[in-house]
């Protein structure tokens, strides 16, 4: 596999990270750069080992996983997705914010957002292609998108607001029905 291929499949992997940390900067009351790596190393670090485990696994774990993979995303992300448009409907003091920060909502999202790169490891080792330079990509890649995303999620989310909480909500809930949606029709 050519590195421009590499590198494409690394940043379509990083897409659905950056979408939700994107979300997650809205909807958080401040930008903290801890809470930033925090995020972005999480998310690299689960979309540089979900391929890992996806490759060593071959298409036995593919085979495991593809008929429940999709609904796994799909109800962690709207589950966290429906939260957040409803702490930005109702008034925050009466309830309490979720925290995208906290290791069991971003474990959840990290999952979430990596099930395609377990599946794109088992691809990696169907076409025989060894897996370092892929997985080193696909995990600096998705650090510096799922960054970006948290920085410009709280730049927007400063000055717009609970709307783009919701819309973060939105979003998230939107993936999961992409992912949904691309794995029924398929």
């Known amino acids: 596999m050519d590195n421009l291929t590499i590198l494409l499949i690394s940043i379509s992997l990083a897409m659905d990270a950056f979408a ?13 750069l801890p809470d930033a790596l925090l995020m972005a190393f999480f998310f690299g670090g689960f979309q540089a080992g ?3 485990i996806g490759w060593y696994g071959g298409t036995h774990l593919h085979k495991f996983l593809a008929p429940v993979d999709h609904w796994i ?3 962690l992300l709207a589950l966290i997705g429906g939260h957040m448009i409803y702490q930005a409907v109702v008034n925050h003091t009466e309830t309490p914010r979720i925290n995208p920060f906290h290791l069991k909502i971003l474990t959840g999202l990290a999952i979430a957002t990596s099930i ?3 599946v794109v490891g088992v691809t990696l080792a169907l076409v ?3 897996i370092l330079l892929p997985v080193i990509s696909i995990g600096v890649i998705t650090v510096i998108f ?3 995303g948290v920085y ?3 730049q927007t989310g ?3 607001g609970s709307r783009f909480e919701i819309l973060g909500g939105v979003i998230l809930i939107g993936l999961g029905v992409k992912i949904l949606i691309e794995h029924l029709t398929m």
């Open 128 to 130: 025989q292609t060894p």
């Open 50 to 52: 979900m391929p890992v």
């Open 146 to 148: 799922s960054m970006t």
């Open 158 to 160: 400063r000055r717009f």
């Open 73 to 75: 995303a799909f109800i």
């Open 116 to 118: 395609d790169a377990l």
């Open 20 to 32: 939700v940390s994107l979300a997650s900067g809205c909807s958080h009351p401040r930008f903290r």
């Open 152 to 154: 410009l999620g709280r």
